[in-house]
């Protein structure tokens, strides 16, 4: 019946209407009068997108925006059929960019709960709230296994062991589309769920994002491919291209792989959609012109912002014969088995449709039990000298940055793409974990007191301290190495408390498990607590003895900072608590002082040279980035396609670096602290460049100064380039307070030069040098 459908549907089709329903652009660069002019398939709201640019608006925004863009899909044109459009979203930990949805503990705390029962229930609930704002394809579950906890995103992954995902993709996809053969099989309350990152976005070398995994087939087949063949026996209906590659071809140009292994041997017959302009990066290809990414298996680009473009270069290919006819119908063909198998043609505009619009669901009581449940079973207890589980008739002192903070226990894809810029306010409903603790004290007679630094007038019974990392997403997390950085002084907190004798609980926020040895010396006990969500109530009901500790450790915990691979299974397996470590409140015992030598240089001068004799000093990191990529680690010549770096010759062998900016696209060179550094402590100062412009730049020229997520100082030096181009060696000085918005307390990067056009420039070193504050011209 579907496939006699998609025939009928298929031969009434212009070229033009297919193309366009093989395209999907984002909401913050596609109106509906572009859905309806260029018959796009389908649109999505990325990680900084929502509608009217309002990323707290009200959910009626989101379904009054949903029936606009279906309403523009369906509007009669001729004797073309009408299609409507399909709207996708990343709801990774809930429906996480609607104010007031239940946000549950991401996948990494999930992974500790080994609980698929509970999965499904949470597919359940994600659906559901994504129905009432008229949403129906979530770009979930990711099913990545990371094999490197560098990586900023191993708090998507459940954990390193390919057994976790691959027991979980079945039961969360049923639990967002419902069950093959039920009559609520992608209708009702259940939408279109999507397996990612298809394959091995978890094992890129150095746990770089959007890197290369160097794996033969044998491992690729082990570790990354078992959960993808229990999302397709669940009948998964998409799938996401990742943005990585494997052994150096790009997965949205791997045809024997999208096409060979996927379709063709596994049968799967839904869409292979690509991720945020990922066919840029297959050899020949740009955002706006990909071809051979159809070709090798692709069915729906995804374009956020190169859409048009896109959309013109596609059609040229198909009208010319480039990309053939057969691939397009192919493509277009699965797209729309997807749209009728889930109902798009009869179930009428989105407001209309079941849920749409009833907007108690979102976050409502028995969604947030099941997120609170889930947060119970992903805490992972590793030291407990007796200290808990603690009473509610007693004082308890909670302090840290992390306690009263649901933006940081939430994590990234939290309201914004990397779940920054939210007030308490953009959480309601929502319970810190200082809120569940006060709650439970409260209700069994004792008290709660908050204080961020720790200090008290009345003396506590005991003190829970609540630290972590702040938010990030995707590359912006990537690391050099595991050091938990310190930099809100919460081991200075516990230390003063403990010293007093006053019992210290520790609780840890993040998304991976980081060095953190003089932390959990300094607690009688310690919680390894992820990245919980909404819930905070579900820390206290494990920490005051309602529920017993469930989670056990999904990754190996590093007993160093180097951040070299440590995974269950390895040969000289030596990690401080291993993969599946976990224990529970009967475990009452003093543990033994761990070492504090996190094993690597943490402290670096502040002032000095960052760059010279051709490579970063001391620990920092020489990185370029191009569009649509993450920085990557370099060490001798690397081209990216945006820029170029060689090393070459000044006063001794490769002691300076040639840099070509080809101008086909954004291309970074950057100098990168491994860790942030404060330079506020060292008073004013200035990036000075020894340098040859051997071609000055053809349009700006930006040095950015990067203090972490969400934060660049910028000034255009093209200006100050070209003065001194085809002069010879030249140094150039600029005071740091000439780049707007630094916040030099927290410097994650002190040098990145970047560009879109042509510039060829050579580096013989570059410096932090202190300087009197001079204005800026």
Not at 141 to 160: C, H, K, L, M, Q
Not at 242 to 267: A, C, D, I, P, Y
Not at 451 to 469: M, N
Not at 670 to 683: C, E, K, M
């Amino acid at each position: 019946m579907i496939e006699r459908r998609i025939d009928a549907l298929l031969s009434a089709m212009s070229i033009e209407q297919k193309v366009g329903q093989i395209i999907q652009g984002d909401i913050g660069s596609t109106t509906p009068e572009d859905v309806a002019q260029y018959h796009l398939g389908s649109i999505l709201n990325g990680g900084s997108s929502s509608p009217g640019g309002d990323e707290f608006g009200p959910a009626s925004a989101w379904v009054a925006a949903a029936d606009a863009y279906y309403e523009a899909s369906m509007r009669p044109n001729g004797d073309l059929p009408r299609i409507p459009v399909m709207w996708g979203s990343d709801a990774v930990h809930g429906h996480n960019n609607i104010v007031g949805a239940t946000l549950f503990p991401h996948n990494i705390g999930l992974g500790a709960a080994r609980n698929p029962a509970l999965m499904e229930r949470i597919g359940e609930v994600t659906a559901t709230e994504m129905r009432v704002t008229g949403l129906d394809w979530t770009f979930a579950p990711t099913i990545a296994v990371a094999r490197d906890d560098r990586w900023g995103r191993t708090y998507e992954s459940f954990g390193e062991d390919p057994a976790i995902a691959e027991s979980y993709a079945a039961a969360l996809v049923h639990g967002i589309q419902g069950r093959k053969g039920d009559a609520d099989w992608l209708r009702g309350a259940h939408i279109i769920a999507t397996a990612k990152h298809f394959l091995a976005d978890g094992g890129t070398s150095d746990g770089r994002d959007r890197g290369d995994a160097k794996i033969d087939e044998a491992g690729l087949i082990r570790l990354h491919a078992p959960a993808y063949v229990a999302a397709l026996g669940a009948d998964v209906q998409s799938v996401m291209a990742s943005f990585s590659g494997w052994n150096g071809v790009k997965m949205h140009g791997n045809e024997s792989l999208l096409t060979g292994v996927l379709k063709q041997r596994w049968g799967f017959d839904g869409l292979v959609v690509g991720d945020w302009d990922g066919h840029a990066k297959v050899p020949g290809c740009s955002p706006t012109d990909c071809p051979a990414s159809i070709a090798a298996g692709l069915d729906l680009y995804m374009g956020p912002a190169s859409w048009k473009g896109l959309y013109a270069s596609t059609l040229a290919a198909a009208q010319s014969g480039k990309l053939s006819m057969a691939r397009l119908d192919d493509a277009v063909r699965r797209i729309l088995r997807v749209k009728l198998r889930t109902g798009l043609f009869e179930e009428g505009k989105p407001s209309a449709r079941p849920y749409a619009a009833r907007y108690e669901l979102l976050g409502a009581p028995e969604h947030r039990a099941v997120a609170r449940q889930a947060v119970r079973e992903s805490l992972v207890l590793l030291r407990n000298d007796g200290v808990l589980p603690l009473k509610t008739d007693t004082r308890i002192l909670v302090a840290g940055d992390g306690a009263d903070n649901v933006a940081k226990q939430s994590g990234g894809w939290t309201l914004t793409w990397q779940g920054t810029g939210t007030l308490p306010g953009h959480f309601p409903g929502a319970t810190s974990i200082f809120a569940g603790v006060r709650d439970a004290v409260t209700a069994g007679g004792g008290t709660a007191e908050l204080s961020v630094e720790g200090r008290f007038t009345t003396r506590p019974d005991a003190a829970i301290v609540v630290f972590g990392e702040d938010p990030y997403a995707e590359f912006q997390g990537d690391r050099a190495d595991l050091y938990f950085d310190d930099t809100r002084g919460n081991l200075d907190v516990m230390k003063r408390l403990k010293a007093a004798g006053i019992p210290v609980v520790a609780i840890f926020l993040s998304g991976r498990p980081l060095w953190v040895n003089r932390h959990i010396n300094a607690a009688d006990a310690f919680v390894a607590a992820w990245l919980p969500g909404s819930e905070g109530g579900g820390v206290a009901d494990v920490l005051f003895g309602k529920a017993d500790f469930k989670g056990k450790l999904p990754f190996s915990w590093p007993a160093d900072a180097k951040g070299a691979p440590l995974n269950v299974g390895d040969p000289d397996y030596k990690p401080l608590y291993p993969f599946g470590f976990g224990l529970t409140l009967t475990d009452r015992k003093s543990a033994s002082r761990l070492s504090e030598d996190p094993g690597i240089v943490v402290e670096q001068p502040l002032t000095g040279p960052i760059f010279a004799r051709g490579r970063a000093v001391g620990t920092r990191l020489l990185q370029i980035d191009g569009a649509n990529d993450s920085p990557q680690v370099i060490s001798g010549a690397a081209d990216n396609g945006a820029i170029a770096v060689r090393p070459v010759d000044r006063d001794a062998q490769e002691d300076a670096r040639e840099i070509i900016w080809s101008g086909r696209s954004r291309g970074t060179l950057i100098v990168a602290n491994p860790r942030a550094a404060d330079l506020s402590r060292a008073g004013p100062l200035a990036l000075t460049l020894d340098l040859r412009v051997d071609q000055a730049p053809a349009g700006p020229a930006t040095l950015e100064l990067r203090c972490g997520a969400g934060c660049t100082a910028r000034l255009d030096i093209a200006p100050r380039l070209s003065a001194i181009a085809a002069k010879g060696w030249q140094t150039l000085s600029v005071p740091l307070a000439c780049l707007s918005g630094a916040q030099l307390d927290k410097v994650t990067a002190p040098f990145a030069l970047s560009s879109g056009m042509p510039m060829r420039l050579t580096l013989s070193s570059i410096a932090l040098t202190p300087v009197k504050e001079t204005p800026c011209r």
